[in-house]
């Protein structure tokens, strides 16, 4: 994990996805892992349209990369959410 290496690291994730994920970082030793969530689903988006999406989550993925000395127990003011 680049985490543990003190490289941050963010993990895209669905709406759907957020318990199971948040579940998986806990397992991993990473309890305060941060994300960043986008509706779902995506799987029937077009090219143009992903895109367009990712586009809009770049500015909230910076955001979260460059303030990863947020403390762990502040972790859910540091998790963004990218909205429909």
């Known amino acids: 994990m680049f985490e543990e290496r003190g490289v941050p690291g963010i993990a895209l994730i669905t709406d ?4 199971t994920a948040t579940a998986m970082a806990a397992t991993w030793g990473l ?9 779902h689903p995506i799987a029937n988006l077009g090219d143009g349209e992903l895109d367009e999406r990712v586009d809009r989550l770049v500015p909230l993925l910076v955001e979260l990369v460059t303030n990863a000395s947020v403390a762990r127990d502040e972790q859910s003011s540091s998790d963004r959410k990218l909205s429909a």
Not at 16 to 19: A, D, G, N, V
Not at 31 to 39: Q, Y
């Open 16 to 19: 759907p996805f957020r318990q």
């Open 31 to 39: 309890p305060g892992f941060r994300f960043l969530d986008m509706p």
